[in-house]
T-cell receptor, first 114, second 112 residues
Framework: DGGITQSPKYLFRKEGQNVTLSCEQN?????MYWYRQDPGQGLRLIYY???????QKGDIAEGYSVSREKKESFPLTVTSAQKNPTAFYLC?????????????FGDGTRLSIL | KQEVTQIPAALSVPEGENLVLNCSFT??????LQWFRQDPGKGLTSLLL?????REQTSGRLNASLDKSSGRSTLYIAASQPGDSATYLC???????????FGKGTTLSVSS
């Protein structure tokens, strides 16, 4: 079955530590996105990528980094510069370009501070 | 900058009731409007997508409408069931291939 796989499901970060969240899709989608969800805040865009080796900052990119070396993969690193990383992180993909298809979401990674 | 608002934040109804969830947006120049469902601790599931040239879309008991001139979309759920209990999110895409701008959602509880 085609879909988006996020791992791990739960992640704990120590002070001063960088952690990486994995996102893999087998939908052959060009565009991939990372959102952060906080209680009562809705989803906010961290980074997005419309093509391999290219990505753009979203509204809350500070303290995060991404790479897009393969079409299928869009990992997100939460760096020690992100002072409030506790949240639910959602990865999504879409056909890109002028595709008028819905975004597909993974099941999320819940990040907490130890 | 586009802003998406959903009212009410929470809604409780008895089983069998028809209901409407509301979504408003400030910039009418949208590419499409999407409705999603989110169960607790899970990702989002796409329900309906309305292209900017369309007025409504239907899937089973769900019907979504779009009125760009008034900056509004509604999600109509017919004959609600306890299994419909979830958070419903609307989101606008302002250009092709760009990220979505989300409302904060309406949490629906359907009691049996």
């Amino acid at each position: 079955d085609g879909g988006i796989t996020q791992s791990p499901k739960y992640l704990f970060r120590k002070e001063g530590q960088n952690v990486t969240l994995s996102c893999e899709q087998n939908l052959n989608h060009d565009a991939m996105y990372w959102y952060r969800q906080d209680p009562g805040q809705g989803l906010r865009l961290i980074y997005y990528s419309q093509i391999v080796n290219d990505f753009q900052k979203g509204d809350i990119a500070e303290g995060y980094s991404v790479s897009r070396e393969k079409k299928e993969s869009f990992p997100l690193t939460v760096t020690s510069a992100q002072k409030n990383p506790t949240a639910f992180y959602l990865c999504a993909s879409a056909g890109g370009g002028y595709s008028n298809q819905p975004q597909h979401f993974g099941d999320g990674t819940r990040l907490s501070i130890l | 900058k586009q802003e998406v608002t959903q009212i009410p934040a929470a809604l409780s109804v008895p089983e069998g009731e028809n209901l409407v969830l509301n979504c408003s947006f400030t910039d009418s120049a949208i590419y499409n409007l999407q409705w999603f469902r989110q169960d607790p601790g899970k990702g989002l599931t796409s329900l309906l997508l309305i292209q900017s040239s369309q007025r409504e879309q239907t899937s089973g008991r769900l019907n979504a409408s779009l009125d760009k001139s008034s900056g509004r979309s509604t999600l109509y759920i017919a004959a609600s069931q306890p299994g419909d209990s979830a958070t419903y999110l609307c989101a606008s895409a302002n250009q092709a291939g760009t990220a979505l701008i989300f409302g904060k959602g309406t949490t629906l509880s359907v009691s049996s």
